[in-house]
């Protein structure tokens, strides 16, 4: 999937890609800024660049579709769930949703939201417990997320940058 370095022909590349690799995969995990990547991954002017290619050839992308595919990941039930919360990571706090205009917007849209509903609800809300259970996968991913420093503060001003490094995060999460 990554491609041989080629520098200037007849010129060894500085930095080779597993070592390049191997920096990258510490920013996101430390939240270190480029400039102080440790000296042992190779000038962090060379890795950063190596990351900019990676992420114009949208390799990030392409190593996920091959793990999505390798691990049969589905993809196709989608949680939302709210991160202006503010709640701690192990706090389970859904029956706070329940509540009839939290309900219509995704009616609105044609989603079935799965919120299980609140012991003082006079009206008889019926839902399904079985994706209800399955949603604390979608917890458990947020907070195996916020391990990643740089993701969770969210230190990248670029759009395409931060995905790049969420979808890094994901690939790790995926790999353990």
């Known amino acids: 999937m990554i491609a041989p370095c080629r520098g200037s022909p007849g010129r060894p590349p500085t930095v080779k890609n597993r ?4 920096g990258v995969l510490h920013v996101p995990r430390t939240g270190t800024p480029w400039r102080d990547l440790p000296n042992a991954y190779g000038p962090w002017h060379t890795i950063s660049m190596r990351w900019q290619r990676w992420i114009e050839r949208a390799l990030w992308g392409e ?3 091959l793990l999505q595919r390798l691990k049969g990941v589905d993809l196709t039930l989608v949680f939302l769930d709210s991160p202006v919360v503010r709640a701690h990571q192990h706090a389970a706090m859904d029956k706070a949703y329940d509540s009839n ?6 009616d609105a849209k044609g989603i079935t939201p799965v919120i299980p509903p609140r012991s003082n609800r006079l009206e008889i809300i019926v839902y399904d417990p079985e994706r209800y259970q399955q949603s604390n996968k979608v917890e458990r991913l947020f907070n195996q997320l916020k391990q990643f420093r740089r993701v969770a503060t969210r230190y990248e001003k670029l759009k395409a940058h931060f995905l790049a490094f969420v979808t890094v995060a994901l690939i790790v999460i995926m790999l353990r």
């Open 101 to 106: 205009a939290i309900r219509a917007k995704p």
């Open 19 to 22: 070592e390049a690799l191997k």
């Open 63 to 65: 190593i996920l579709k």
